[in-house]
């Protein structure tokens, strides 16, 4: 009977250790990332892994006008610059203004490795910047935007997409 008891509580201490064994690894990558208490995504199924730290900060602002002139109002702007940093959005305000604000971080500096930078730390990336007038007329230009280290360093980048005005026939 102690023989049967004795292994009963070996199999439930085993048990406990594989939990724990299992457990180790969430832990661990948690408290790493910091995702846990008002992480990132700390909803209540707060699943997505933890951004990088922010290198750099940018402001794009600009208008998006249709051939004639007239503000192309409440329409999406994009300013994408490339795979490390990505695409971000703004709609256009009743004047057809629009402001964009990318940053760069990355917790993968092998993939994608840090830019040139100058001493102060700033760097340039070349982005392309588009946005539709109207229903299935997009335009778009490309813009050489500085990144700074911090908020305070921003400089902006002024952009104004017009939409090409209609050839002649």
Same mark, same amino acid.
């Given at each position: 009977?102690d023989? @049967?008891?004795?292994?009963? /509580?070996m199999?439930?201490?085993?048990?406990?250790? &594989?939990?724990? =064994?299992l457990?180790?690894?969430?832990?661990l990558?948690?408290?790493?990332?910091?995702c846990?208490r008002?992480?990132?995504?700390?909803?209540?199924?707060g699943?997505?892994?933890c951004p990088?730290p922010?290198y750099?900060?940018?402001?794009?602002?600009?208008t998006l006008?249709?051939f004639?002139g007239?503000?192309?109002?409440?329409?999406?702007?994009f300013?994408?610059?490339?795979?490390a940093?990505?695409a971000? &959005?703004?709609h256009t305000?009743?004047?057809?203004?629009?402001a =964009? @604000?990318?940053?760069?971080?990355?917790?993968?500096t092998?993939l994608?490795p840090?830019?040139?930078?100058?001493?102060?730390?700033?760097?340039?990336?070349?982005?392309? !910047?588009?946005?539709?007038?109207r229903?299935? =007329?997009?335009?778009?230009?490309?813009?050489? =935007?500085?990144?700074?280290p911090?908020?305070?360093?921003?400089t /902006? !980048?002024?952009?104004?997409l017009?939409?090409?005005?209609?050839t002649?026939?």
């Amino acid at each position: 009977m102690d023989d @049967q008891r004795t292994c009963g /509580t070996m199999n439930e201490r085993h048990k406990a250790t &594989s939990a724990a =064994v299992l457990a180790f690894p969430i832990v661990l990558l948690a408290v790493v990332t910091g995702c846990w208490r008002g992480g990132c995504d700390s909803g209540p199924a707060g699943a997505d892994v933890c951004p990088g730290p922010t290198y750099g900060y940018a402001r794009v602002e600009g208008t998006l006008h249709q051939f004639d002139g007239t503000p192309a109002v409440n329409r999406q702007v994009f300013v994408s610059c490339g795979d490390a940093i990505g695409a971000y &959005s703004d709609h256009t305000d009743g004047a057809g203004r629009f402001a =964009v @604000q990318p940053v760069y971080g990355s917790v993968d500096t092998i993939l994608f490795p840090h830019p040139p930078r100058d001493a102060a730390g700033n760097f340039l990336v070349t982005c392309a !910047v588009g946005g539709e007038v109207r229903h299935d =007329v997009f335009v778009r230009d490309s813009a050489v =935007v500085p990144f700074a280290p911090t908020r305070a360093g921003m400089t /902006t !980048v002024h952009v104004s997409l017009a939409e090409p005005a209609p050839t002649q026939q």
